[in-house]
């Protein structure tokens, strides 16, 4: 079956601008959780989507926000990009919370 | 709060044995173990889910210390395919509000050498 679907696989941005990750899970997954990579800081937790709600939230400011669609696709959004945001955005979806989850190959986000 | 792993780096010649451990200053429902190879993504290793847990995959195995908050990794006879990086993730236990989300450490490098 097919796997975890991230969109773009690259972006680039300016500051300032805004942006929006999608993610379609693996189907029969209802869950779906977005992290960043950067060098040096391993995997940060974004938050969790189950069932169209936020069940978890990481420890990142207001304007990274997310959602979650009836077919369990999830799409994240970040508003007036900072260069620190650059960054590979990871989705990781599971049929349920803290089973085993499948990543996405990631979008990478470069904001100049 | 993000588990924290040791070590940083460990690098190996093909079959020699690696521990990596990872600890956390919270309670903890469950432990899983991720490895990352460059360039791609994370692959799932195991899930750990009871205190005393061990768990073993091909020549991984993990065990999980509930009372003292902590995992560990075992790496035995290394082969060059186990080269990558390593992440422990750590998932709260239930609360009313819900679970705490899969937190991963930093993680931990692995080299292993002909």
């Known amino acids: 079956k097919a796997g975890v679907t991230q969109t773009p696989r690259y972006l680039i941005k300016t500051r300032g601008q805004q942006v929006t990750l999608s993610c379609s899970p693996i189907?029969?997954?209802?869950?779906v959780s977005w992290y960043q990579q950067t060098p040096g800081q391993g995997l940060q937790f974004l938050f969790e989507?189950?069932?169209?709600?936020?069940?978890n939230k990481g420890n990142f400011p207001g304007r990274f926000s997310g959602r979650q669609f009836s077919n369990s696709r999830s799409e994240m959004n970040v508003s007036t990009l900072e260069l620190g945001d650059s960054a590979l955005y990871l989705c990781?979806?599971?049929?349920?919370?803290?089973?085993?989850?499948?990543f996405g190959q990631g979008t990478r986000l470069t904001v100049v | 709060q993000q588990p924290v792993q040791s070590p940083q780096a460990v690098i190996l010649r093909e079959g020699e044995d690696a521990v990596i451990n990872c600890s956390s200053s919270?309670?903890?429902?469950?432990v899983h173990w991720y490895r990352q190879k460059h360039g791609e993504a994370p692959v799932f290793l195991m899930i750990l889910l009871k205190g005393g847990e061990q768990k073993g995959h091909e020549k991984i195995s993990a065990s999980f210390n509930e009372k003292k908050q902590q995992s560990s990794l075992y790496l035995t006879a290394s082969q060059l395919s186990y080269s990558g990086t390593y992440f422990c993730g750590t998932f709260g236990p239930l609360t009313g509000g819900g679970a705490d989300g899969l937190t991963f450490g930093k993680g931990t490098h692995l080299i292993i050498q002909p």
């Open positions: 989507y189950f069932s169209e709600t936020q069940r």
């Open positions: 990781a979806s599971s049929w349920r919370m803290n089973t085993e989850a499948f």
């Open positions: 919270k309670a903890l429902y469950s």
């Open positions: 189907s029969g997954h209802r869950s």
